[in-house]
């Protein structure tokens, strides 16, 4: 579980992100991020309907985001509101390729550090 002070939860901060928030797009997901005023990141899920009708499929995709997201905490760039935004075929998706695509987005963001 991602800890309390790593979670993004309110309206306001979500609407922050979506007006003066860069993003990028890489297959069936949507990174949106910006800076915040804290040392700490903070990340946030959407997973709409249009992506599956059912509540156990979403809330499965935001356990699985959630998951990549807390495994390498420790390697983001500090003060960042991050959003991640799920698109149709992210259901169809196995852990591996979502990771994949996750750390993709994170390194074109230019928020996780590089280590190679």
């Known amino acids: ?7 993004l939860k309110k309206e306001k901060d979500f609407q922050e992100i979506f007006k003066k928030g ?16 804290t040392k700490v990141n903070r990340f946030g ?11 156990v499929k979403r809330n499965q995709i935001k356990r699985r985001l959630r998951e ?3 495994k390498n905490i420790n390697d983001y760039q500090k003060g960042y509101d991050v959003a991640f935004i799920a ?8 852990f591996k390729e979502i990771k994949n695509v ?3 987005l994170l390194k ?3 928020i996780l550090k590089n280590n190679d």
Do not use: T
């Open 102 to 104: 996750v750390l993709k």
């Open 68 to 70: 990549v997201v807390r």
């Open 22 to 37: 860069r993003s990028f797009k890489e297959k069936f997901l949507v990174i949106k991020f910006r800076k915040n005023q």
């Open 108 to 110: 074109k963001s230019k």
């Open 87 to 94: 698109l149709p075929g992210l259901g169809n998706a196995d």
């Open 1 to 7: 579980m991602l800890p309390k002070k790593n979670r």
């Open 45 to 55: 899920f959407i997973v709409s309907k249009k992506v599956s009708k059912k509540a």
